[in-house]
């Protein structure tokens, strides 16, 4: 590699004074290229005498060059040679590089983390407080299917009206009990209604309805015929006695023999009768129809005195009743009147005929039922195999009938032509 001074020197325009000249200084030559010396050899002194060149009296070490004249950054970078250039320049774009990556790296901020998605979880539901009552299909505390059911003969003698506790009855039968005079059995489960009556005597055919759901059935008496089947069926019989009915002085009798439910599950107790097993009807949500097409039943029954007749009402999805021609009102403990109203009419189409002063049904078997909610009518069929099995109800194809919620109100009669309807 070249003296960078020597170089310099001949690359520029510098030049010596002509007092002073450069003396060549002999460079010593201790062998040829081309003759291999031994060491031991060149460091004998006979040797290096031998090839010493001759003193040279211009030769004098205390003759110094002058030191070279200070360049400019400008001439110094004149003078870098291309190769120098090169590496100059790799080592620039490395830097630069470097320090821009390391500026970046530096400089530039961290990504905020993404937040963690929070699954909120739902809250379970409360657990329900309500369940739906195997008698009328609404709502109730989950203690009162646990309650008896209990049944209670009501009578509708002109001078029984207006009678009491209809309405708060889950299920009504009517039917003709004697001489075209109708009653009723009132089945109760949901309510406690203090205030009912006037109870009157039992039937058969009552027996049969009240024994379909394991009911508890108060009377005052009854015919020959259902008196001497209460033990024979297991009728829980609830007679009436002074302890748990009693009479009003407002009717005379036989028409003011009132009761409540609360001494009627204490009678029911005492003799041990317990809770009551029976299936119910099967229910649905109500679904009130745009376009009525049963909008007033008419049922003739028996006389003017004791037809009745249920008018659909659309804001309150149920039929008032009216009885010989006027609205059937019941009235409370309080004198407070109110017109029945049930969600559900059934028609009950069986044979009718009598026994002496009695009529008497084919309340077992099956038959044809005309069923009336949400303002249209169903052509059903109603079956009750036998006494102790309750009623139920089928369309036309066979398949379950589902009812409403609430009160169902049920009405046998005698023959297809004692029942109508208009939209």
Same mark, same amino acid.
Do not use: C
């Given at each position: 590699?070249?003296?960078?001074?020597?170089?310099?020197?001949?690359?520029?325009?510098?030049?010596?004074?002509?007092?002073?000249?450069?003396?060549?200084?002999?460079?010593?030559?201790?062998?040829?290229?081309?003759?291999?010396?031994?060491?031991? =050899?060149?460091?004998?002194?006979?040797?290096?005498?031998?090839?010493?060149?001759?003193?040279?009296?211009?030769?004098?070490?205390?003759?110094?060059?002058?030191?070279?004249?200070?360049?400019?950054?400008?001439?110094?970078?004149?003078?870098?040679?291309?190769? =120098?250039?090169?590496?100059?320049?790799?080592?620039?774009?490395?830097?630069?590089?470097?320090?821009?990556?390391?500026?970046?790296?530096?400089?530039?901020?961290?990504?905020?983390?993404?937040?963690?998605?929070?699954?909120?979880?739902?809250?379970?539901?409360?657990?329900?407080?309500?369940?739906?009552?195997?008698?009328?299909? !609404?709502?109730? #505390?989950?203690?009162?299917?646990?309650?008896?059911?209990?049944?209670?003969?009501?009578?509708?003698?002109?001078?029984?009206?207006?009678?009491?506790?209809?309405?708060?009855?889950?299920? !009504? @039968?009517?039917?003709?009990?004697?001489?075209?005079?109708?009653?009723?059995?009132?089945?109760? =489960?949901?309510?406690?209604?203090?205030?009912? #009556?006037? !109870?009157?005597?039992?039937?058969?055919?009552?027996?049969?309805?009240?024994?379909?759901?394991?009911?508890?059935?108060?009377?005052?008496?009854?015919?020959?015929?259902?008196?001497?089947?209460? #033990?024979?069926? #297991?009728?829980?019989?609830?007679?009436?006695?002074?302890?748990? @009915?009693?009479?009003?002085?407002?009717?005379?009798?036989?028409?003011?023999?009132?009761?409540?439910?609360?001494?009627?599950?204490?009678?029911?107790?005492?003799?041990?009768?317990?809770?009551?097993?029976?299936?119910?009807?099967?229910?649905?949500?109500?679904?009130?129809?745009?376009?009525?097409?049963?909008?007033?039943?008419?049922?003739?029954?028996?006389?003017?005195?004791?037809?009745?007749?249920?008018?659909?009402?659309?804001?309150?999805?149920?039929?008032?009743?009216?009885?010989?021609?006027?609205?059937?009102?019941?009235?409370?403990?309080?004198?407070?009147?109110?017109?029945?109203?049930?969600?559900?009419?059934?028609?009950?189409?069986?044979?009718?005929?009598?026994?002496?002063?009695?009529?008497?049904?084919?309340?077992?078997?099956?038959?044809?039922?005309?069923?009336?909610?949400?303002?249209?009518?169903?052509?059903?069929?109603?079956?009750?195999?036998?006494?102790?099995?309750?009623?139920?109800?089928?369309?036309?194809?066979?398949?379950?009938?589902?009812?409403?919620?609430?009160?169902?109100?049920?009405?046998?009669?005698?023959?297809?032509?004692?029942?109508?309807?208009?939209?």
């Amino acid at each position: 590699m070249s003296i960078d001074g020597i170089r310099r020197m001949r690359q520029s325009n510098y030049a010596l004074p002509q007092s002073q000249k450069l003396v060549p200084v002999p460079v010593p030559v201790y062998a040829r290229a081309d003759q291999f010396v031994p060491p031991s =050899q060149m460091e004998s002194q006979d040797y290096q005498q031998a090839n010493m060149p001759a003193s040279d009296p211009n030769n004098d070490p205390s003759q110094e060059l002058p030191p070279p004249p200070k360049r400019s950054f400008k001439q110094w970078l004149a003078a870098r040679t291309k190769k =120098q250039w090169i590496i100059f320049g790799t080592i620039l774009v490395l830097l630069i590089g470097g320090g821009a990556a390391a500026f970046v790296m530096l400089g530039k901020e961290e990504p905020p983390k993404p937040t963690p998605k929070v699954v909120k979880s739902k809250p379970a539901p409360p657990p329900p407080t309500t369940e739906a009552s195997y008698l009328t299909g !609404v709502q109730v #505390g989950f203690d009162v299917n646990k309650r008896p059911v209990t049944a209670v003969m009501i009578e509708n003698s002109q001078d029984a009206r207006p009678q009491s506790g209809l309405d708060a009855a889950g299920v !009504v @039968f009517e039917a003709v009990a004697e001489g075209g005079i109708t009653r009723f059995l009132a089945i109760f =489960q949901d309510s406690d209604p203090a205030y009912i #009556g006037p !109870v009157r005597s039992v039937r058969p055919y009552y027996l049969h309805w009240a024994l379909g759901f394991d009911a508890a059935i108060a009377h005052a008496g009854g015919s020959a015929e259902a008196l001497a089947s209460i #033990g024979p069926w #297991g009728v829980k019989d609830l007679n009436h006695d002074s302890a748990h @009915f009693y009479r009003i002085s407002s009717r005379f009798a036989p028409h003011n023999l009132y009761t409540d439910i609360t001494k009627l599950r204490d009678y029911a107790a005492q003799k041990g009768f317990g809770t009551s097993k029976y299936t119910g009807f099967l229910r649905r949500p109500e679904a009130p129809a745009k376009t009525p097409t049963a909008r007033v039943i008419s049922m003739n029954i028996s006389s003017a005195a004791f037809n009745a007749s249920f008018t659909y009402d659309p804001a309150t999805n149920s039929y008032a009743r009216s009885l010989a021609g006027s609205p059937h009102m019941v009235v409370d403990g309080a004198g407070v009147q109110t017109q029945l109203k049930p969600k559900v009419v059934v028609g009950l189409l069986m044979a009718q005929g009598n026994n002496g002063i009695y009529t008497t049904y084919a309340s077992l078997g099956s038959g044809t039922a005309f069923v009336f909610q949400d303002g249209t009518v169903t052509e059903a069929v109603w079956n009750k195999p036998d006494r102790n099995t309750n009623i139920t109800f089928t369309d036309k194809a066979g398949k379950p009938l589902k009812l409403v919620p609430g009160q169902t109100w049920i009405t046998a009669l005698g023959g297809p032509d004692r029942i109508s309807w208009t939209p």
